[in-house]
């Protein structure tokens, strides 16, 4: 079961970021409320950044601030100039020591990458956090605006902002006249108890941006299905997004070779497809490559 939690949380991802707007400007000083509701004052823009979450990583790369980060959590692996940053632990073995020997200007954590009393720690050394959460893309919307602003990059911010929303139109006018395809999307193989996705999940939005329909859309975010319920919803794609800590080395394979599975139309048809968990899991700018690889896995573009 802690197998199975663990790939959920690694896959699903973690999904630990925030809904956030920026405030006024007062006696020079730069003010932004986080997903607490609680305003983190700025009298500079940061120099020395500590980001623990991999998406918060990816949008400050975005927006042109990769050389302000002075370490990252181990599961910060995009762009590949990550690899040259610090890594810092996260969630439960998170060191509120090692951050605070940084002397950060910022440390930006994710609503689950710490507890209340590692945040109060963290702000009683003098630290100052931002917490971030976003559960859709116009929290996502507010994450990306908020760093720009806090990092005076307000313009590049609102281009990055708009060239998703633009490229998620394009996306639905391309798909508008396509077949409705049904889709099943498997979180954690058979092996360890099939897990899915369903509403308020990024990949549920996604999914109906290109136009498909999710077979278990009637389901609340993450959660446990059983082979019963694929077999009998018959999708005609299935896009995994197993993780190779499963230790299954073809996830793909796997799948078609599952002998109650052989008259459901994806493994009749092949169409199962290997899915950028990371990329259609981290509420940032990638999201839109997400969408696009979306319409190339289901209607085979």
Same mark, same amino acid.
């Given at each position: 079961?802690?197998?199975?939690?663990?790939?959920?949380?690694?896959?699903?991802?973690?999904?630990?970021?925030?809904?956030?707007?920026?405030?006024?400007?007062?006696?020079?000083?730069?003010?932004? !409320?986080?997903?607490? &509701? $609680?305003?983190?004052?700025?009298? %500079?823009?940061? #120099?020395? @950044? *500590?980001?623990? /979450?991999?998406?918060?990583?990816?949008?400050?790369?975005?927006?042109?601030?990769?050389?302000?980060?002075?370490?990252?959590?181990?599961?910060?692996?995009?762009?590949?100039?990550?690899?040259?940053?610090?890594?810092?632990?996260?969630?439960?073995?998170?060191?509120?020591?090692?951050?605070?020997?940084?002397?950060?200007?910022?440390?930006?954590?994710?609503?689950?990458?710490?507890?209340?009393?590692?945040?109060?720690?963290?702000?009683?050394?003098?630290?100052?956090?931002?917490?971030?959460?976003?559960?859709?893309?116009?929290?996502?919307?507010?994450? !990306?605006?908020?760093? &720009? $602003?806090?990092?005076?990059?307000? %313009?590049?911010? #609102?281009? @990055? *902002?708009?060239? /998703?929303?633009?490229?998620?139109?394009?996306?639905?006018?391309?798909?508008?006249?396509?077949?409705?395809q049904k889709v099943y999307v498997e979180v954690s193989p058979?092996?360890?108890?099939?897990?899915?996705?369903?509403?308020?999940?990024?990949?549920?939005?996604?999914?109906?941006?290109?136009?498909?329909?999710?077979?278990?859309?009637?389901?609340?975010?993450?959660?446990?299905?059983?082979?019963?319920?694929?077999?009998?919803?018959?999708?005609?794609?299935?896009?995994?997004?197993?993780?190779?800590?499963?230790?299954?080395?073809?996830?793909?394979?796997? !799948?078609?070779?599952?002998?109650?599975?052989?008259?459901?139309?994806?493994?009749?048809?092949?169409? *199962?497809?290997?899915?950028?968990?990371?990329?259609?899991?981290?509420?940032?700018?990638?999201?839109?490559?997400?969408?696009?690889?979306?319409?190339?896995?289901?209607?085979?573009?």
């Amino acid at each position: 079961m802690k197998k199975v939690l663990f790939v959920f949380i690694a896959i699903a991802i973690i999904l630990t970021f925030s809904s956030c707007g920026s405030q006024q400007n007062t006696n020079e000083s730069l003010v932004v !409320i986080d997903s607490r &509701g $609680t305003e983190v004052t700025f009298d %500079k823009t940061p #120099e020395k @950044i *500590v980001s623990l /979450m991999p998406s918060n990583t990816e949008i400050l790369f975005a927006l042109d601030c990769g050389d302000k980060l002075i370490a990252v959590s181990d599961y910060c692996n995009y762009p590949q100039e990550t690899s040259d940053i610090p890594k810092l632990p996260s969630g439960e073995q998170l060191s509120i020591e090692s951050i605070i020997s940084l002397s950060p200007d910022v440390a930006i954590i994710g609503n689950m990458a710490a507890m209340a009393d590692q945040v109060n720690q963290l702000e009683q050394a003098g630290v100052k956090v931002i917490i971030t959460e976003a559960n859709n893309l116009t929290d996502t919307y507010g994450i !990306i605006e908020m760093l &720009g $602003t806090v990092m005076g990059k307000e %313009k590049e911010a #609102e281009n @990055i *902002v708009k060239d /998703m929303k633009n490229g998620f139109e394009k996306i639905k006018k391309e798909v508008e006249n396509k077949d409705s395809q049904k889709v099943y999307v498997e979180v954690s193989p058979l092996e360890y108890g099939l897990w899915s996705c369903g509403e308020n999940t990024f990949i549920q939005e996604l999914i109906n941006i290109v136009g498909a329909k999710n077979i278990f859309d009637d389901i609340e975010g993450w959660a446990a299905v059983s082979e019963e319920q694929v077999i009998a919803r018959n999708p005609d794609v299935i896009l995994t997004t197993s993780s190779p800590l499963t230790g299954i080395e073809d996830p793909v394979g796997e !799948i078609l070779s599952r002998e109650n599975w052989s008259q459901i139309e994806a493994v009749k048809n092949s169409k *199962v497809v290997m899915l950028d968990s990371d990329m259609i899991s981290r509420p940032g700018p990638r999201l839109l490559d997400a969408a696009n690889e979306l319409v190339k896995a289901i209607y085979g573009e």
